[in-house]
């Protein structure tokens, strides 16, 4: 790797210009002679440098068991080869900016839809020591979560998560809930609910430790389901 290294080095920093492209390719980088080297120096800059990428991604493929540089390869080849991989690259970290934008605004559109129709607020938080007699062996944090129907129908099931920031705004922990016990329409609900800490899970234990009035929430959703049948469901 180190002569490889060293090679490629000479590759990018060496300036020159004629027709190094017919010149074949070991299939080890680490055997690449003198002739390479020559012809290195009479590419441009970005070839040089394609060509160290080039050679470079297939020793290390090579290392994890690829199938490396095919024989007969030319530098011309590989310059090539190198130019349509960095093009593939770039074409799926764009697909998935553009995934990650449009799942990013479906997720808003569908939490204001749920806005519009559901408050789910904290009423209570608090944490149970541990009492071996009362057969709780870790302490116990226990919630009460509000549930405001403002919707005009209905509703007959709720599923999603709070999230808890602290003063600073930094995400400390989430806990899930579903309830299906039904919100009519205009209406409130309370669920409760709990969970042991965890002494090893930081997040449950930050969560613990946060005082009354020293935090802030919101409510992620996942699904409503409506008396009548109809769904508001974050997509897949």
Known sequence: MKKIIALLFTMIVATGCSKPQDVVLSPDPAKWGQEVSDAAQKLSEDDRKLLAGYAMRSAIGTAFGGKGIVPGTTIGTAIAEQKQWILQQQAEQAEQEALKQKLVAEQLAFQKTVAEALTVTVLEKKVLPKDYHASRYSDYQTFKLGLQ????????????????????????????????????????????????????????????????????????????????????????
């Open 149 to 236: 129907n403002k919707s005009g129908k209905d509703i007959e099931g709720v599923a999603g998560r709070v999230q808890f920031y602290d003063i600073f705004d930094k995400e400390v922990y989430s806990i899930r809930f579903s309830f299906d016990e039904g919100v009519k329409a205009g209406a409130t609900a309370v669920w409760e609910g709990g969970l042991d800490i965890n002494q090893f899970n930081d997040g449950q234990k930050n969560l613990a430790n946060l005082a009354e009035g020293k935090y802030t929430t919101r409510f992620f959703p996942s699904a409503i389901v409506f008396a009548d049948g109809t769904k508001l469901k974050v997509s897949d």
